[in-house]
């Protein structure tokens, strides 16, 4: 599959609706990179809770999160992501750091260094890009956009198996009441809101597997080259 230099590809979409991992599957497919950018916001998450920083004061975060010493890099066993000399790669992925985002990611000057960081990146080689803005915020001219959903409760079972998968304790309701209250927050911030973008190709994955989700981005990028 031949493509033109520096292109992006987005795949925006809420948590547990698998666009994380199709995001990492067409990247390899492609030859592109993976740029996980709720890896970036959990870090900076993990990273303000780690200083100690008052997660109620917006200028103390940005202040945090434009400091942090972060590092990602994606590995044969997985995507690497430390701070200040510390291995995250899990840690970030705990329940304290996924309600604790929320402190984070509506704060203007926390989105503006995010973005900052994300379209450097994203032009210095071809790029997939996953997270909740990238097709409607940081790459709105990206050449492909896709919008990856799922039901909640589909989406609820999926981050339950990850979490056990991992050995991480849960409670399976609170879990469910989480993805919830993120999704409403998401969705209803006044700053990059959760939302499909402009020309974005939307996919349900409810009732589909990984390979036929996979198989369904590829197709439309195909139809398109």
Do not use: C
């Not at 795949?11 to 740029?35: E, M, Q």
């Not at 899990?90 to 604790?100: D, L, W």
């Not at 997270?131 to 999926?158: I, Q, Y």
């Amino acid at each position: 599959m031949t493509t033109a230099k520096h292109d992006v590809i987005t795949l925006d979409g809420p948590a547990g609706s698998g666009k994380s991992t199709i995001a990492k599957r067409i990247a390899k497919r492609l030859g592109y990179a993976f740029l996980d950018t709720g890896a970036m916001y959990r870090a900076a998450t993990w990273w303000a809770l780690h200083q100690g920083v008052d997660m109620n004061n917006a200028e103390a975060l940005v202040a945090s999160t434009r400091a942090i010493p972060l590092e990602m890099e994606e590995r044969s066993e997985g995507l690497y992501v430390g701070v200040d000399g510390h291995d995250v790669s899990q840690a970030i992925r705990t329940p304290e750091v996924t309600n604790a985002i929320k402190k984070l990611d509506g704060i203007a000057g926390v989105r503006a260094k995010m973005v900052e960081l994300q379209q450097h990146i994203g032009t210095q080689q071809p790029t997939v890009a996953d997270g909740r803005d990238m097709g409607t915020v940081v790459f709105p001219n990206a050449r492909f956009k896709f919008f990856v959903d799922a039901s909640l409760e589909e989406r609820t079972r999926r981050r339950s198996e990850e979490l056990k998968s991992k050995g991480i304790q849960f409670d399976a309701e609170a879990l469910k009441q989480d993805i919830h209250i993120r999704d409403e927050n998401d969705r209803n911030r006044s700053i990059a809101p959760l939302r499909p973008a402009e020309g974005a190709h939307i996919i349900d994955t409810s009732a589909m597997n990984l390979d036929e989700v996979e198989a369904q981005v590829l197709a439309i990028i195909e139809a398109s080259l």
